[in-house]
């Protein structure tokens, strides 16, 4: 019976030991696997910012690249909206001699013109109708006023209020070319935009 | 001399009207048709005027201008032709003894002997006309004016002379306006009949156009771009305050007074197209006196207020159009050519002148009211905006044909055309003025 019982510490003394054995091998074990992998993960993590330096390197470049090209792109809208202010402004709408009829040019011109009173809603025009030097000053007021609202009813038939615009006639009061020769009588039967 | 100043004071009881002093010599009217101004042909009347005498102690030295004046003032009517007096070789002419025979042989068919005398600043000016074929005066006047205002006797006389041997006043106590770009802007002037003693009338620094005498020769109508759109105003002489009378939206331009001064036929946009309508001279609305949808401007009264001439591209070109006031029947008066504008009526309703495109210039023309063929005035460079002198004797416009354009005048049959404005800038758009100075 005796024997039994010594036995019986004895295998629990093993077990105890064994087990300790075990554990102090398993600690060296993950002790050591520390250790071997230490130099890889120092490796990964510079690499890791390298990366990450990179990205926000890029993503700091896009982000300049964005901004600037919004700038650019507010600039050349800027730049546009200017060309379009001074291109509605300084290309005038031209009619043959003695007439107020609005010519396929004059059309595509007073469409554009339309175009941007729609994208700029608060702009107002003044329309000016002129004449070439010949004929009565007087008979050519009237015309020029035939010829502002020939072009004033164009724009209001593509939708602009009437009220955005408005109308005068300096008849063959100013000229733009005071020659007296075909080429300059044709830049003076204009129709004239100002933004007000 | 103390002779001829009793003589004078005995003989002429001077009558003062507006500083200006006149009296008739009561000689009869000759029954002798000197000229007949209707005819084309109509030979020139050669007339000789010598210096005028002094007859007082002061000589003013204004003999050669008085005399001349007076000759300035006949040939401009282009009536007259001027004989030089030093062809005269008869005996020196003493008081009612005129050598006619001597006078004669000039080749004058009539002679006018003026004097003068001086007293402090008052000059008293008497001048014969003398018809040397029948050897005697057929006409004689005396008048007191200060000695700076000579001229304006000297214009009365000029209008006696040319009443008497035509039946019609002439233009030399009226004044006439114009545009003139002297300044660089566009401002109304106004002159004497013959260009001289020009002065300007507005300083709007703006575009201001087509003056037009009132019928009672005060005030001008005319339209103007001073308050930023073409508005018509009244011009008030002789303070020359403008009042505004009509800026409706568009057009208000060429203003045309009625006979009866009180109001005038307007241009203005109605519903889109210019339209003449009757305003009252406060530029309210009396009645829209033309229909159509295209452009109707520049109307001129016939001198009963019963018709109207306008122009009007109806047909597709300006032409020119009557309107009957009553019944506002429009009939079209010019059919040659492709662009008649600017109809003025005469102040005798015979005639209805206006400027027509030839070629790529325009000339002046005259036609009847009721039609037929128009008699072309004008030959060279561009010719416009004609008006009538208050008898209709003759014609005002404005010509390039020297350069620059300039105010002309003529005889209303197209004879003797000659330049009367020498501004710098360029005169265009003249108004005759329908009443004499003083009147």
Known sequence: MKAKQTGFWALILVFFISSLFIYSCSKKAVKSEGIVSKPPTAVEDEAEKAKKRVRIKEQELSEQELRERALREEEAKRLQTASDKAHFESEDIYFEFDQYILSDTAKQNLNKKAQWLKDYPSAKALIEGHCDERGSAEYNLALGQKRADAAMQYLVSLGISANRISTISFGKEKPVDSGSNESAWAKNRRAHFILK | ?439
């Not at chain 2, 002093?21 to 009347?45: C, E, M, N, Q």
């Not at chain 2, 001229?151 to 008497?164: Q, S, T």
């Not at chain 2, 197209?414 to 265009?428: D, P, V, W």
Request: proline share 6%.
């Open chain 2, 1 to 439: 001399m103390c002779k001829s100043i009793l003589k004078f004071s005995l003989i002429f009881a001077l009558t003062v009207i507006f500083g200006l002093g006149f009296l008739v010599v009561p000689y009869a009217h000759s029954d002798r048709v000197y000229l007949d101004i209707d005819s084309p042909t109509a030979k020139k009347i050669p007339i000789v005027i010598p210096d005028f005498k002094n007859q007082g102690a002061l000589d003013a030295a204004l003999g050669n201008a008085t005399a001349s004046l007076l000759m300035r003032d006949l040939v401009f009517t282009g009536y007259f032709q001027t004989i030089d007096p030093k062809g005269f070789l008869g005996r020196p002419d003493e008081p009612g003894s005129i050598d006619f025979n001597a006078w004669t042989l000039t080749g004058a068919d009539l002679l006018v002997k003026g004097s003068y005398y001086l007293s402090g600043a008052q000059l008293k000016l008497e001048m014969r006309l003398y018809d040397l074929l029948q050897g005697k005066s057929i006409l004689g006047k005396e008048y007191q004016v200060s000695s700076r205002d000579y001229p304006l006797a000297i214009h009365r006389f000029a209008d006696e002379i040319l009443f008497l041997l035509t039946g019609e006043h002439g233009p030399f106590q009226t004044r006439i306006a114009f545009i003139s770009t002297t300044t660089g802007k566009k401002e109304i002037y106004s002159a004497d009949f013959d260009g001289t003693n020009f002065q300007r009338l507005t300083n709007h620094n703006s575009i201001t156009l087509t003056p037009r005498w009132s019928p009672r020769g005060d005030e001008i109508a005319y339209t103007s771009y001073k308050d930023g759109t073409p508005a018509v105003y009244l011009l008030h002489l002789p303070g020359l305050q403008s009042s505004r009378i009509s800026s409706r939206p568009g057009v208000n331009i060429t203003p045309a007074w009625y006979p009866d001064g009180e109001s005038l036929a307007v241009a203005l946009n109605y519903q889109g197209t210019s339209q003449i309508l009757h305003l009252n001279r406060n530029g309210t609305s009396i009645r829209k006196l033309t229909q159509s949808w295209g452009i109707e401007v520049s109307p001129s009264w016939s001198p009963d207020g019963k018709q109207m001439a306008f122009v009007s591209n109806r047909s597709g070109s300006p032409q020119i159009y009557i309107l009957n006031v009553g019944t506002l029947e429009v009939r079209r008066l010019t059919f040659q050519g492709n662009y008649n504008v600017g109809p003025v009526w005469s102040p005798k309703g015979n005639l209805i002148a206006y400027a027509g495109r030839v070629g790529s210039q325009f000339q002046i023309f005259t036609v009847s009211p009721s039609g037929g063929d128009p008699q072309r005035l004008t030959a060279s460079g561009n010719n416009e905006s004609p008006d009538f002198s208050p008898d209709g004797g003759m014609i005002i416009f404005s010509s390039n044909r020297h350069g620059k354009s300039a105010v002309y005048v003529m005889n209303a049959n197209g004879a003797n055309q000659k330049r009367i404005t020498y501004l710098s800038g360029e005169q265009t758009s003249p108004s005759w003025c329908p009443r004499k100075l003083g009147e």
